[in-house]
Structure formats: structure tokens, C-alpha cells
């Protein structure tokens, strides 16, 4: 997960996000070439955006703490 506006604000939050997705997928297409001819396999990959409030902070316990963010904008792919 990658999130854009926490702790600071960014105007163009959506823009990055995208631009990020985008990025991501350009990588993967140049990576699929060279995986299908070394070892036959292709990677398929789903991206979620998704905007608005959340509450983003330290989550977690004593053993396992995590920065991340929580809300009803916030999805994970099922």
C-alpha cells in the first residue's frame, strides 16, 4: 500500500497516485519480457485507487507496529 497527503498535505495527491500506478505498470511491462524468455511466466497486476479521509498513524502493538492508514476510503483488493 502507498498513500499520498500524511503527515502533510499535497494538493495534487491524486496526480501522484496515478503517476505512481503508472509507473508500476510501465515497470512490469519491461519485466514481463524479460521473465517470459528466461523462465516462461508472466506477472498480472491489479492497482486500486481510491481517495478521501482516512486516519493515518502508528497502528499496531508492542511486537508490531506499523505507519499506515485506516478508513472507509481505504480498500484492499479481495
Given amino acids: 500500500m ?4 500524511a503527515p502533510t498535505a499535497q494538493a495534487d495527491h491524486a496526480a501522484r497516485a496515478v503517476a505512481a500506478a503508472e509507473d508500476m505498470l510501465r515497470w512490469l511491462e ?3 519480457e524479460a521473465w517470459q524468455a528466461a523462465h516462461g511466466v508472466t506477472i498480472h497486476l491489479a492497482i486500486g485507487i ?4 482516512a486516519v493515518v498513524g502508528n497502528f499496531g502493538s508492542e511486537s508490531r ?3 499506515t492508514c485506516i478508513g472507509d476510503t481505504v480498500r484492499a483488493r479481495e
Avoid: R
Fill in 2 to 5: 502507498a498513500f499520498w497527503g
Fill in 30 to 32: 519491461v519485466g514481463n
Fill in 50 to 53: 481510491n481517495s478521501g479521509d
Fill in 65 to 67: 507496529m506499523e505507519y
